[in-house]
């Protein structure tokens, strides 16, 4: 079976659009998940990959975290994702040439899939892309969109650690020992807010011109590194077969997307007594910025509330008692993907 064969017959999404473009040498995939909610919503990624399918493995699996993230929040939209599988990431024209196809390629599907920032997009790539497709989410102030999910993003992580420190350790965060690891546009701000708060503040990144604030730690020193709280914050699959025994913290709470690199995971996690905030409950306030004040009409004070409510679900998640929180997140994902199985 080729690989492309073996991804899709193990997916459970509807479809997935993809387009190659020869002389870009660029592959382009919308994961169109579920549709149960509503037209699908997602950031989309920009990434040099090894091999096509690899860009192809990150768009189903991300599409499928969309459809949990959308679920857990009730946000009346359904989970996609966009990959732009490209050999360097392009600048100037080349790259304005690359948003304008990309846009022509999301108006193709008549709105079923809305494109927003993710990995190496921002808000000023939403401008250009919106030049040629309508379906476009978090472009800048000017241009009328809502801009950066970032710092909403930061923040509702940062409500989830509070109120994950609560419930495990029965303690504000003053003193408590926070590693956050990704300084990039999330962690920073992530870490700026526990500073602020008294945390004991521990700060890793590749790229050490970002360690501007708490005590530097090397990366590779990351999943060993006894602290109260590990906040991923770079990339996926941080939580593997080998970090797991790792681990020397009470605490798993970042912003990261599928920070387990399989999902059994969870369960391990819960038996060595470490708390896990799913990652598509604590990592949602971009989804609660960019839908709310684009398209359910919040204001920025009722985003504020919504994020701080993510701390709030996260406890009920806790409270649910029955093993891993990721079984009761997902128990509530399902019965909202199933609205005639009763209340929600
Ligand atoms: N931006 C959002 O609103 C948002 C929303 C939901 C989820 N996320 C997820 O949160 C994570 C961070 O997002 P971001 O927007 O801050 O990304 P970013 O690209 O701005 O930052 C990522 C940072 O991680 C660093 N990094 C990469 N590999 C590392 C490693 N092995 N060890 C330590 N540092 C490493 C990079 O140098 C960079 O500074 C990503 O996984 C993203 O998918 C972001």
Known sequence: MSAFEQLLKGWDGEQVAVRYEPDLDTWMFIGVHSTVRGPTGGGTRLRVYSAPEEGLADVLKL???MTRKFAVCDV???GGKAV????????????TELLHRFG???TSLGGLYSCAPDMNTSEYDMDVIAETCPYVFCKTAEKGGSGSTSPATAKGVFHGIEASVRFALDRDLTGVRVLVQGMGSVGALLASYLDEAGADLYVSDVDASRLT???PVAPEDVTGFACDVLAPCAVGGVINAVSIDQLRCRIVAGAANNQLAVPSLADRLHERGILFAPDYVINA????????????G?????VDERLRGIGDQLLALYADGDGSPVHAADRL???????????R
């Open 76 to 78: 009346p939209r359904g």
């Open 298 to 302: 919040w204001s920025e004070q009722q």
């Open 285 to 296: 306030g971009g989804v609660l910025h960019g839908a709310g004040l684009e398209s359910l």
């Open 63 to 65: 599409s499928a975290a």
């Open 84 to 95: 732009l599988a490209v050999p360097e990431l392009p600048t100037g024209e080349a790259r």
């Open 104 to 106: 022509t390629f999301i």
């Open 333 to 343: 994902v399902e019965r909202r993907l199933t609205p005639s199985a009763g209340p």
């Open 213 to 215: 604030l708490g005590t």
